[in-house]
């Protein structure tokens, strides 16, 4: 598919509010938090850097969880297995809620990262990161350009924004996202802020090295959901392309368990019943994914 944000307008329609969600800070809470997935921290003798960037699945959010967030330690996500199989320092800058505009700039509208539609409260606000911010007002973005500009080792950038652009205009649209002048809007932004974040870690930052996009998983390939991610990571890749970035999918991973459970995502083991984001096994694919393109 061309770069046209219509084209990923025409085809989300009535799946998105299902599709979308799977990064969003604020999704189905279980009766209890699963178990918690833990990796090797990064050896004393790690050989370079890996920066990772982006929203709760690399986070390695868990819905329910809330007894666990006063420590980042607790949530585990992929970068983390893929620092241990490459023997690379892990930098988590991820922040659950986070959209491309909030990336961007912390007074712009998250999903539960600085801010939430209800309030000015967001996950940062309250709790701690994988890592500290220099201030409240510095963006993921900003982060990002400091860390590259201050540290000569980085291998490795992974990059994985965007889902929380749709579940907001789901929310906050008369249409709930299904008119198509909302999708083409929610589209133009998402892929003009994705744009301009690989544009500043290229440019701004000067990086010359390997950024992974990853694009997002299907909670259900048999139903219109996954035909809508599918066109939703599409839209992603072809910005990543733009900026010579590889691209780690997240839906080509996940669908042959999942085909082979009807589909079902959840039901396959890979997303955590009653939520959204991946179990164990789940983060595992996507840091295998990452690991794969990384490698080549």
Known sequence: MRSRPTGLAAVLGAALVLTITSCSSDGPSPEASAPTISAAPSSDAAEGTYLALGDSVPFGFRGGATA????????????????????????????????????LAVTAQSNGCDNSLQSGFGYRTAYP??????????SQMAFAVRTLAETDDVDLVTLQIGANDAFLCQRTTASRCLDMADLQAMAQTLQGNLDRILATLRNEAGYDGQIVVVTYYALNYADRTGAATQLLDNAIAQVAAA????????????????????????????????DVHPSADGQQLLADAVTAVAED
């Open 68 to 103: 666990e967030f006063s420590d980042a330690d607790n949530f585990v996500g992929y970068p983390e297995l893929v620092g241990e199989e490459l023997g690379l320092e892990v930098v988590n800058a991820t922040c659950p809620g986070e959209t491309t505009a909030s990336f």
């Open 129 to 138: 990161l994988h890592v500290r911010y220099d201030s409240p007002d510095q």
């Open 243 to 274: 900026h010579q970035a590889d691209v780690a999918d997240g839906y080509a991973v996940f669908k042959p368990r999942a085909d082979a459970s009807a589909g079902d995502s959840v039901a396959a083991g890979l997303v955590l019943p009653n």
